[in-house]
């Protein structure tokens, strides 16, 4: 990993992605339990928590069909306590975050797994599980959701951030909503 200045933003640049939905596939829950107990395997105690996020996280609610992981470390600025037992599991860094809460993203090659990692002081952490948790509870924002992301993946997206950029006024309105019920 040297000593000299990492990479920082999008690693390896970016990537132009078909953006495809497809209906709810309970396999998905089989998938993330899969990559769980890899990334159990590969840092052990250093993984505080390891949540299944994102939509395929929903029953009922289509999807890309990329799992996405909510992964708490310690310190993840503090690479070296994770980054090279997950490289040797087969993750490849993908994001790196520092202006972003010490935000940081690995992936299989396959690129079917999304793992975002950041650290137990993240507030990003409790607004994913807010999202998650209200989409699984909410049938009205669970439909709310899948349509703008159908209406979305119609388009041409230079790359994924793109298009999930463009589904952030649906996001937030659904945290905000959770959070007024909370």
Known sequence: MGDGPKEVGVIGGIEKRNITIVNYNPAWVEEFEKH???ISGAIGSTALQIEHIGSTSVPRLAAKPIIDI???VPDSSDESS???Q???AG???R???PDFQEHRMMRPPEKNVHIHIF???SPEINRYLMFRDQLRKDPAARKQYEQIKQELAAQSWS???AYADAKTKVIEGIIQSAGAKQ
Do not use: G, Q
Request: no cysteine; aromatic share 12%; hydrophobic share 40%.
């Open 159 to 161: 790359d994924m951030n």
């Open 82 to 84: 994770y980054l090279p």
């Open 86 to 88: 997950l490289e040797k």
């Open 36 to 38: 769980k107990k890899f």
């Open 119 to 121: 650290s137990p002081d």
């Open 95 to 97: 994001v790196r975050e």
């Open 70 to 72: 909510l992964l708490v």
């Open 91 to 93: 993750y490849l860094l």
